[in-house]
């Protein structure tokens, strides 16, 4: 025989809870039909261990939907109203049920139920505020550490810049022959500083492909570090001004175009350069790099700098200048894919430009 147990209910604006005194509960059936509530379930209630059943038809009408949650003491029922608002009772009968009582521990009136509302509101709104604060802190954090990055980078290679012209126009020729000596230290310091950007691009800081990124600063450090730093037959070759040179012409409008990106700010004429000068500037680039790999191949073979030994049954090593002949067919395919990044980038801005001027 399925026997009633205690039910007490509350509500809120938009929910019905509903809590059934039923111990150890097993078996929970729960439905809402045409706006009825059936339950079932085995459990020790008033009466003892047994089966314990209800049934309510509500005042108004509630989603079909209902969630339940069962504890050792009891079971917990949700009901969503299908429309906001104070219900003056549960149940379509003015005579509540026997079984049916109000659940003190979560009652409120209806002024407190507003009130309730208007406080969880506050809190929401004191929580998006605080979470908005912190993104803004977070977003002037990043936008300074951005800004003071590229204004290092842009002043190291404008300093590399001028020096170069100067000297050459003071030394003519000559100049070409120092270059490595004179500029290096510098160069050093804002090739080690640009791997940086491939950071910013992995993590997010700024909107730009990895990959691309990652192939200029590992391509300009290999030559830096490898083909110029490591052998000093060619810190005295006149293509150490021309890789240098072309290298600081491209950055001296890209860095400040960035300066100027952190607080969306424009120059048209150098947002113009800044798309535009590496046309020309960053093919001769490449070509100047390829030069100077050229140029040190028979260095490494005289050498034997960055050989691979091998075993004594096989050979004595393999010249490093091997790794240097697959590295130029890389160079070339990093051209390909840097310049079609860079061109698309040019196509999308000033397509985005004409977009904007109609």
């Not at 989603?63 to 608002?85: A, C, D, L, W, Y």
């Not at 003056?88 to 109000?102: G, H, M, S, Y």
């Amino acid at each position: 025989m399925t026997l009633t147990p205690l039910v007490y209910w509350a509500q809120r604006h938009e929910e019905i809870y509903l809590r059934v005194e039923l111990t150890d509960a097993q078996s929970i059936d729960v439905q809402v039909h045409e706006n009825v509530l059936q339950f079932r379930a085995q459990g020790h209630g008033a009466k003892g261990q047994n089966e314990y059943g209800f049934s309510l038809e509500f005042l108004l009408p509630v989603k079909p939907e209902v969630s339940h949650k069962s504890t050792q003491r009891q079971v917990n029922i949700t009901v969503g109203k299908q429309q906001r608002g104070w219900w003056e009772r549960l149940t379509v009968r003015e005579r509540k049920p026997v079984f049916l009582a109000p659940d003190f521990d979560r009652w409120l009136d209806e002024s407190d139920a507003e009130m309730e509302i208007r406080e969880k509101e506050e809190k929401r709104n004191r929580l998006r505020s605080a979470r908005h604060e912190e993104e803004e802190g977070f977003v002037s954090l990043k936008t300074g550490f951005l800004f003071v990055y590229n204004l290092v980078q842009f002043l190291g290679f404008s300093w590399i810049f001028v020096n170069m012209t100067v000297r050459l126009f003071i030394f003519g020729q000559d100049s070409l022959y120092d270059t490595f000596h004179t500029i290096s230290d510098m160069m050093f310091f804002c090739q080690i500083l640009a791997c940086v950007e491939v950071l910013n691009a992995a993590f997010g800081f700024v909107r730009t492909a990895v990959i691309p990124t990652l192939i200029q600063v590992v391509g300009r450090n290999f030559i830096l570090f490898i083909i110029f730093g490591s052998l000093e037959e060619m810190h005295s070759r006149p293509v150490v001004f021309f890789v240098f040179y072309l290298w600081s012409a491209v950055e001296i409008f890209r860095y400040p175009f960035y300066m100027l990106g952190c607080f969306d700010t424009e120059w048209k004429t150098l947002t113009w350069l800044r798309y535009t000068v590496w046309i020309p500037l960053y093919p001769l680039g490449v070509l100047a790099e390829a030069v100077a790999v050229i140029q040190s191949i028979p260095l490494f073979d005289e050498t034997k700098l960055f050989s691979i030994p091998l075993p004594k049954a096989i050979g004595t090593s393999v010249s490093f200048s091997y790794v240097l002949h697959v590295y130029l067919v890389l160079m070339f395919l990093g051209l390909f894919i840097n310049f079609r990044h860079l061109y698309k980038q040019r196509k999308r801005r000033f397509r985005t430009k004409k977009r904007k001027a109609n």
